[in-house]
């Protein structure tokens, strides 16, 4: 089936901007993750949703950055009052739990690259 | 916290050698996953290969293998037959056994020479 997929591939904000990112997971996965990868670094995990709940948000670096997947499928990340410093690419992850006959492998979509001006 | 290590930012290798790629990681735990993932300048990250710590045998994927130490906490990479289409960033990256997030290297650029 499809692939995990993200949108907008790439977008330019201006500081001080809301921005929201979107992640739509492999189909059956209850497990999306988000990480956010800095120039020439690994990625940085954000957030974890199992189903509609944040499992675990121990990432998320501030107040400002929030997310959601109210139906357990499609998940927003939300970036309020944008800072040069948010500039990055924002990666989405699913997984499909070893529960559920998954091997809770993530698997990554293509990434949004936001860039604050 | 877990820590991972990749120490060598960039490599090369002539089209059909063979490269390893070096990883070490930190941590207290004895059950956890290691992964080998490719990215590609279209930015999609692909998963190479996956090893459990509690299995001895190193896993292989095709021209893919590892050689992971667990004494050692090491995770290398090992690209036999290199082809073009290897040329990439490569992160290693570990996952607790009792968690879910993925901790990541800071990559290694392969280079792919004809």
């Known amino acids: 089936g499809a692939g995990v997929s993200q949108t907008p591939s790439n977008k330019v904000t201006e500081k001080g901007k809301y921005v929201e990112l979107r992640c739509d997971p492999i189909s059956g996965h209850t497990a999306l993750y988000w990480y956010r990868q800095s120039l020439g670094q690994g990625p940085e995990f954000l957030i974890y949703f199992q189903g509609t709940g944040a499992a675990d948000d121990s990432g998320l670096p501030n107040d400002r950055f929030f997310a959601v997947r109210p139906e357990g499928s499609v998940s927003t990340l939300k970036i309020q009052r944008t800072e040069r410093g948010d500039s990055a690419v924002y990666l989405c992850a699913s997984s499909a739990p070893r529960l559920a006959g998954g091997t809770d492998t993530q698997y990554f979509g293509p990434g949004t690259r936001l860039t604050v001006l | 916290a877990q820590t991972v290590t990749q120490s060598q930012p960039e490599m090369s290798v002539q089209e059909a050698e063979t490269v390893t790629l070096s990883c070490t990681y930190d941590?207290?735990?004895?059950?956890?996953?290691l992964f080998w993932y490719k990215q590609p300048p279209s930015r999609q990250m692909i998963l190479v290969i996956r090893?459990?710590?509690?299995?001895?045998q190193n896993a292989t994927e095709n021209r893919f293998s590892v050689n992971f130490q667990k004494a050692a906490k090491s995770f290398s990479l090992k690209i036999s037959d290199s082809q073009l289409g290897d040329a990439a960033m490569y992160f290693c990256a570990y996952r607790s056994a009792y968690g879910n997030k993925l901790v990541f290297g800071a990559g290694t650029i392969l280079r792919v020479k004809s």
């Open positions: 941590t207290s735990e004895s059950d956890y996953y």
């Open positions: 090893q459990e710590a509690y299995k001895q």
